[in-house]
């Protein structure tokens, strides 16, 4: 009599063995291939593409991260402490400080209006910015990046300049409906007109994928010290003017560097700043006056 031997697999996963082994590196490459080519023959459509991707994944994203923003809290809550007792002496400290300077600031803010309205000078225009929460870090050790909550339904847009608590951390790049795309000042392909307060003395911030990013483009005969402060400086319309950065310092190498406010590995919350509206000033990023 004869009996018919049953497979050990299911019939479903028989297909399966044609895409295992050298058969699956083979489509996978090839798959790889076709993609490569693509981003290059259409790169616009790669960009829509990965946006419509990354709108779709991101409230998920917001989600999941929400627990973990809330145990960070609960533990930093815990672990501080110990530390109430002397920060609540060092902030009565800078609170009589705080004072004197608010009286003084006062005096300077009537003196300034006073000098507008004898010269006739038109007020800056206040500037527009949106806060969100980071949903991702999306940077390695090539590409610094981060993904944030909003997009262009709150108004943000590529361009506009994106800041910490402490200070100016980057620029959107790509703004999809519900997030976008931040690239920080750190990355290779970020390029920052500032000016060095105080010497009133500008040059460009060049990101270099470290933690210091370097100044370019400075005056032979500048006055340089480290521990000055880093500002933007308008030039090219891209970001409003006086943005904080942060301070000059000496890397390795002994080039000027900048160290930034704000530490990228812990942001947060930040706030996307819209760029200037008057047109005289919105000429490209490229064109920016080298000579001071």
Do not use: C
């Not at 402060?229 to 900048?258: C, D, K, M, Q």
């Amino acid at each position: 009599m004869n009996r018919r031997i049953k497979s050990a697999y299911p019939v479903s996963l028989v297909p399966l063995h044609i895409f295992s082994g050298r058969s699956a590196s083979l489509f996978l490459l090839v798959l790889a291939t076709f993609l490569m080519l693509f981003s290059v023959v259409r790169p616009q459509a790669v960009d829509q593409l990965r946006m419509s991707i990354t709108d779709t994944v991101s409230p998920v994203l917001s989600t999941a991260s929400r627990p973990f923003y809330a145990v960070a809290e609960f533990v930093g809550g815990v672990s501080g402490i110990s530390e109430l007792r002397a920060d609540n002496a060092r902030l009565k400290a800078e609170n009589i400080r705080l004072r004197d300077w608010y009286q003084k600031a006062l005096m300077l803010q009537s003196e300034n209006q006073s000098l507008q309205e004898l010269l006739n000078l038109k007020a800056q225009q206040e500037t527009k910015f949106v806060t969100t929460r980071v949903i991702a870090d999306s940077g390695n050790a090539y590409v610094h990046s981060v993904l944030v909550a909003e997009g262009a339904r709150a108004g943000i847009e590529k361009g506009q300049a994106v800041l910490a608590g402490e200070g100016m951390i980057g620029r959107i790049i790509e703004a999809g409906k519900n997030s976008a795309r931040v690239l920080l000042i750190t990355d290779f392909n970020s390029r920052v007109p500032v000016l060095i307060e105080g010497s009133r003395q500008k040059a460009i911030m060049v990101g270099n994928n470290e933690p210091l990013p370097l100044l370019q483009y400075l005056p032979p005969d500048g006055e340089i010290e480290e521990g000055m402060r880093i500002i933007t400086s308008g030039h090219g319309g891209l970001f409003p003017p006086g943005l904080p950065i942060g301070r000059i310092v000496r890397n390795e190498e002994g080039a000027y560097a900048v160290k930034p406010f704000a530490d990228m590995r812990r942001v947060s919350f930040v706030r996307v700043v819209d760029a200037p509206n008057d047109p005289n000033l919105r000429r490209g990023v490229l064109d920016i006056e080298m000579n001071p």
